[in-house]
């Protein structure tokens, strides 16, 4: 493990979509036969697309996973290529998935080995294809620092990666104490490190049951004791933090990945019934089944001019720090308005379920014209 001016390639997978270790997720594998098979399928679901009784059909059972996701892809097959596919990360940085200090059942039920969901479809997490956007209430989800430590897995990640962590007390003084903590426990634990870590702090998820206006002043304390450890300290935010706020925090990091995910209840009317087909979210009668309550976080398409707008202003105001842009990158066309904008790098997440096809494609654009990155 070594220290400061850690040198990345410019595109980051998103917190999460890659699990704790970069291990993945089950549909990962479904996904990587799908696409395989591109050829078979695609040509027959555009024939089916041109069945207004079929459509009908399955429109009427889309309440059922595998209905829903089959209508979803004949809907959209016209922009999948015939080609064959193949689902790949490879040439993707690893976030983690937040870690938080100690246990936190949050909304996504773990299998024993503590990283994969019991579920192969969460009811935490809503996905539509043919509006482009995706919703969650994962609500940070996770066994806790030393149990995930006591797995070897982060130790033994290899080459440059980053490790997201939240703190998620109730009250200021549990929060710094939980930083405290993480610093402490990440310090006896990084001359085991394989790999090249540096430090994500995620002071906006929207599912934490938290008012986040909070972390916002005492955000400078908690990177004032990780500094301690060494290693670049960045900040993951979104683009309802105030810029002359955002601006503050950046100055005294290494770098900014913006945009999280943000509140459904963020959007108006209009961009609910958009996005989500309804001002209703759709996480809304899965409440009973969730122990932290929440309408989700919107990802996807409706974030993506929202980032770009917060970025070019970040610019405008002569902020030179590393700004990774995250946030309804689903294409090609994404990564050239992202860095026209002002990105030196990418974050893709959502494109994992909303346009999987096209997460190739993405990495290896934004990997061309971007830069490495160095925090």
């Given amino acids: ?158 080459g440059n990666f980053i490790i997201s962590i939240m703190p998620v007390g109730k009250a200021p003084i549990d929060r710094i104490n939980e930083i405290i903590a993480i610093r402490a426990i990440l310090e006896k634990n990084l001359p085991e490190f394989v790999g090249n870590p540096i430090l994500q702090i995620n002071i906006s998820c929207p599912n934490t049951g938290d008012e986040l206006d909070a972390y916002l002043e005492e955000v400078f304390y908690w990177i004032k004791e990780l500094r301690k450890l060494g290693i670049p300290i960045t900040i993951k935010g979104n ?19 913006i945009s999280n995910t943000v509140p459904f209840d963020s959007l108006t009317s209009e961009e609910k019934i958009k996005y989500f087909g309804s001002d209703i979210s759709p996480l809304e009668k899965f409440q009973p089944y969730f122990k932290v309550p929440g309408k989700g976080g919107v990802s996807g398409a409706y974030l993506f001019p929202k980032v770009e707008r917060y970025f070019r202003e970040l610019r405008r105001q002569k902020v030179t720090k590393p700004l990774i842009f995250g946030g309804g990158i689903l294409d090609t066309d994404d990564v050239y308005a992202a860095r026209a904008a002002g990105a030196d790098g990418i974050s893709p997440g959502s494109i994992t379920m909303i346009a999987p096809w096209n997460l190739r494609k993405v990495i290896k654009c934004g990997n061309r014209i971007f830069p490495k990155v160095t925090f």
């Fill in 1 to 158: 493990m070594k220290n400061k001016n850690t040198t990345f390639n410019p595109v980051f997978g998103a917190s999460g979509i890659l699990n704790f270790h970069g291990e993945g997720y089950p549909y990962h594998t479904l996904l990587f036969w799908g696409l395989l098979f591109t050829p078979l399928w695609v040509p027959l679901f555009r024939i089916l697309r041109q069945s207004t009784l079929i459509q009908n059909w399955l429109k009427k059972r889309t309440d059922i996973f595998f209905w829903k996701t089959l209508y979803e892809l004949v809907m959209v097959s016209f922009e999948i290529p015939i080609l064959p596919v193949v689902f790949s990360h490879k040439g993707m940085v690893l976030i983690t998935k937040t870690i938080v200090l100690t246990w936190r059942d949050g909304n996504m039920e773990l299998q024993d080995d503590g990283v994969t969901p019991r579920e192969f479809n969460p009811k935490c997490i809503h996905v539509d294809m043919i509006r482009k956007s995706g919703l969650n209430n994962v609500a940070l989800s996770c066994i806790g620092l030393v149990p995930l430590l006591n797995k070897k897995g982060l130790q033994n990640i290899e």
């Fill in 239 to 257: 683009f309802l933090t105030p810029i002359d706020a955002m601006i503050k925090i950046i100055n005294v990091t290494d770098g900014a990945f």
